[in-house]
């Protein structure tokens, strides 16, 4: 049970740096190094407390993920800091679940597309928002709306974050009535 909370905690820190990895895309269009390899390490952690001999595997689904999402950004379709970032996620899970993990990403992904779809649609030149918000947020949000009205790049950490947000929740309802999982 201890090994089980370690990991939840280990989990939830990782949590922490997606989540400031989806607020620096979303503010600044740019995933800094440091977080992507906080995630890489957790995960690392996460494998080595669940199914220590599985940490090479997860190592080699991250060196494949990194090529194929690799070839993805030298092409432009993709930036460089989402590669990073799916690919240092991927050791989150363990290998039988990267596949689950990338759909619940992509899907994610999906969704944040038509709402960014959807709100350029609404408005080509969006408000500013109301009073009430701190200066900074709404400087974000500001400028969030003027990316979206520019069609400028999704922040893909974002869905990334989501994605994995779903699949920790996910698994942790399936193990949390158990001694074990």
């Known amino acids: 049970m201890y090994v089980q909370i370690t990991v939840w905690l280990v989990e939830f820190l990782a949590l922490a740096c997606l989540f400031a990895a989806a607020a620096s895309d ?3 269009r740019i995933i800094p190094n440091q977080l992507v390899l906080a995630v890489m390490v957790l995960g690392v952690v ?3 407390l669940v199914s220590p001999r599985h940490i090479w595997v997860s190592l080699a689904i991250w060196v494949c ?6 070839l993805m950004a030298a092409k432009a379709i993709v930036g460089w800091g989402d590669v990073k970032l799916m690919a240092a996620v991927t050791t989150l899970v363990p290998p039988s679940d990267v596949l689950q993990l990338f759909l619940a990403v992509l899907i994610m992904g999906g969704l ?7 709100i350029g649609q609404l408005s080509s030149r969006p408000a ?8 900074r947020f709404a400087a974000s949000v500001r400028n969030e709306l003027s990316e979206i009205g520019a069609r400028r790049s999704l922040p893909y950490a974002v869905a ?3 994605g994995v947000a779903y699949h920790i929740a996910r698994t942790t ?5 158990a001694t074990s999982c």
């Open 26 to 28: 979303i503010e600044r």
């Open 46 to 48: 996460v494998q080595s």
């Open 65 to 70: 993920a990194m090529a194929g999402l690799g």
């Open 112 to 118: 944040l597309s038509v709402v960014y779809l959807g």
């Open 128 to 135: 500013p928002p109301e009073g009430g918000a701190p200066q």
């Open 160 to 162: 990334i974050l989501c």
């Open 173 to 177: 309802m399936r193990c949390w009535p």
